[in-house]
Structures are given as C-alpha cells and as structure tokens.
C-alpha cells in the first residue's frame, strides 16, 4: 500500500511567481491535511479537506493561499505571488476518515515539498 | 485558548530509558497522538491514546491521565537513532478531525 504522496520534493521559485503542490492520500484515505513547518519550528496547521469540501481553513492565511480536493486526482496547495516568508517544507498528511471513532483516525504524513523563494 | 506543552531539547544517554512529557489544555478531548520526526524529514506515527493508562509497543511506551491534562512517551533502551524530535498531539471533541500540535522535543541520544 503506497504511501501519502508528494510533488514536487523540491520546488524553486522567485519572488511574485506561483507555486502549486501536490499531494495523494493513501489508498483509501478520504481526507487530507496540509501544514508548513519552518527550520526549528514546529507543524502548523493550515487546512483540512475532504473531497470537493474544505472542512477547516482557519490556519490558511487569507491572500495568495488556496487549496482543494477535488473529486478526482491529488489535493492542490496553491500560493499565488510568493514572498520569501513562504519558504518552507509544505507537509501533506491524509487519514482513512473512519467513521464512528473519530479520536482514532490517524494522520500519515507525505515525505514533504520543500519550497524555495528566491 | 488552546495549548500543548512540552519540554524544548532533552538529551539521554545510549541504553537508557527517557520520558517526554506533555501537557494540554483543549477544548474537549478526542484523543493523543505521539509522532516522531527525524530531521528533514516527515513525522511518522508513534501512538495513539484516548483512555488513561498505558500503552506499549516494543520500546516505546505512552501514559495518558485525562484528568491531568497529560501525557509521556517513554523510550526505553535508547539508541542513536533515536534521536528526533517527538511531538505531542490532541484532537478536540466534535467532529472536526484536526489536531492540535505541540512544538516537539528534541531528544539528543548521546554515547
């Protein structure tokens, strides 16, 4: 069973351009989880998805940031007219959205895209 | 508000055993969630308690006391891969699955 995935690993872009991630869920899982990390710092929420819906957004900021999960294909992160402050790894986890026990359903985290403003 | 607490930096020595605490103070509880993240790289699920007591697998161990608002992880027979930072994380009551993060501990494990 493939793992939570991610692309770019590695993504380089100047000032004012767009960046757009990727992420697969794991097989199975209908619900996904983006967060962004800082060196030496800690995970920070950013949004939380479930296919064609956002759940919760309250750690996406309001400008330049958007995500969806759309009914096919990957979950997309998208920064619009990146700054320098975006550098950062961008981490994408997804859970199987089991229902009943919510306290039990689990996150698996992606490997990462590590974003590079220049 | 919301918090979770736990100690910045710990260092131990190969073969022993250490304790990593947490403490949180949520809106509701739905559950704790132990992860471990090697430098560069992305957190990987430890373990997950939602009633007090203790839960063991293999060298790693973690308390949970609901009424105290705590948790440890437990790492017994410690080797230098061991190493990491180990985060703490609690799911709220409701039915919103987010989780909410501590900042880790970054567990140093010395010859």
């Known amino acids: 069973n493939a793992g939570v995935m991610q692309n770019p690993r590695h993504l380089v872009r100047r000032r004012g351009q767009e960046a757009r991630l990727r992420c697969s869920p794991m097989?199975?899982?209908?619900?996904v989880y983006w967060y962004r990390q800082l060196p030496e710092e800690g995970l920070k929420f950013m949004v939380y998805?479930?296919?064609?819906?956002?759940?919760?957004e309250s750690g996406m900021p309001k400008e330049r940031f958007s995500a969806e999960f759309p009914k096919e294909g990957p979950s997309i992160l998208r920064i619009q007219q990146v700054v320098r402050g975006d550098s950062a790894a961008y981490f994408c986890?997804?859970?199987?959205?089991?229902?009943?026990?919510?306290?039990?359903?689990?996150?698996?985290f992606g490997p990462g895209t590590r974003l590079t403003v220049l | 508000g919301q918090n979770i607490d736990q100690p910045t930096e710990m260092t131990a020595t190969e073969g022993a055993i250490v304790q990593i605490n947490c403490t949180y103070q949520?809106?509701?509880?739905?559950?704790l969630f132990w992860y471990q993240q090697h430098a560069g790289e992305a957190p990987t699920f430890l373990s997950y308690?939602?009633l007090d007591g203790l839960e063991e697998k293999g060298r790693f161990s973690s308390f949970l006391s609901r009424s105290k608002g705590y948790s440890y992880l437990l790492l017994k027979e410690l080797q230098m891969k061991d190493s990491a930072s180990y985060l703490c994380?609690?799911?709220?009551?409701?039915?919103?699955?987010?989780?909410?993060w501590g900042l880790g501990t970054s567990l140093a494990v010395n010859p």
């Open positions: 986890a997804s859970s199987p959205g089991t229902s009943g026990r919510i306290g039990t359903d689990t996150q698996y």
């Open positions: 994380a609690v799911r709220n009551a409701g039915n919103n699955r987010k989780l909410i």
């Open positions: 998805l479930q296919k064609e819906n956002i759940i919760d």
């Open positions: 097989k199975g899982h209908s619900h």
């Open positions: 949520t809106s509701g509880f739905n559950g």
């Open positions: 308690n939602v």
